[in-house]
Antibody
Framework: QVQLVQSGAEVKKPGASVKVSCKAS????????IIWVRQAPGQGLEWMGW????????KYPQKVQGRVTMTRDTSTNTAYMELRSLTSDDTAVYYC???????????WGQGTLVTVSS | QTVVTQEPSLSVSPGGTVTLTCGLN?????????VSWHQQSPGQAPRTLIY???TRSSGVPNRFSGSILGNKAALTITGAQAADESYYYC??????????FGGGTKLTVL
């Protein structure tokens, strides 16, 4: 069955960078795209970006444009999300999710808590 | 700027029916947005209930259904159970790799 397994929790200092991984299994990795979503404490879900796993094309919201980079490694079926120049506002659980044969979210990873604290 | 609207909170009696909606601040939600609905309990990852407007995800009880009602997407729970008390989020695909989430609805079953 489809599984998206994310890397473990991270604690970072302000100004640092974090890279979260999302390893996919149970389907053909390059057939479906990955989106990244975050959830700050007590808040809703926020779209962080999208990567076409076949072409490596990406799209980011303006809010994080310039600080985020999404990549993928087709040899290991893993997607990555790197966020730079971290501030306390970036403290959140970060999720990866996949789309299906249509551009609709149909599966989620378990989430990765990123804490930014001095 | 595109804003996806959801009711902040709703309540339903056990065994009752409730409809959660997902709208746009400008325009109508149609099947072209490939709406999906996700349930999230505190401390848990979201779980997909409905994708592509009205397709139930594997293992999701058939008391959950998705549709377009008027100019909004809708998630209807028929025969609500205590286990359905949770947060529900819709997400729309806007095209060109862009996605927008609604603010979420907190559903209380009482």
């Amino acid at each position: 069955q489809v599984q998206l397994v994310q890397s473990g929790a991270e604690v970072k200092k302000p100004g640092a960078s974090v890279k979260v991984s999302c390893k996919a299994s149970g389907y053909t990795f390059t057939s479906y795209n990955i989106i990244w979503v975050r959830q700050a404490p007590g808040q809703g879900l926020e779209w962080m970006g999208w990567i076409n796993t076949y072409t490596a094309d990406t799209k980011y919201p303006q809010k994080v444009q310039g600080r985020v980079t999404m990549t993928r490694d087709t040899s290991t079926n893993t997607a990555y999300m790197e966020l730079r120049s971290l501030t306390s506002d970036d403290t959140a659980v970060y999720y990866c999710a996949k789309d299906g044969s249509e551009p609709t979210v149909d599966s989620w990873g378990q989430g990765t808590l990123v804490t930014v604290s001095s | 700027q595109t804003v996806v609207t959801q009711e902040p909170s709703l309540s339903v009696s056990p065994g009752g029916t409730v409809t959660l909606t997902c709208g746009l601040n400008s325009g109508s939600v149609t099947t072209n947005y490939y709406v999906s609905w996700h349930q999230q309990s505190p401390g848990q990852a979201p779980r997909t209930l409905i994708y592509s407007t009205n397709t139930r995800s594997s293992g999701v009880p058939n008391r959950f259904s998705g549709s377009i009602l008027g100019n909004k997407a809708a998630l209807t729970i028929t025969g609500a159970q205590a286990a359905d008390e949770s947060y529900y989020y819709c997400v729309l695909y806007m095209g060109r790799g862009i996605w927008v989430f609604g603010g979420g609805t907190k559903l209380t079953v009482l």
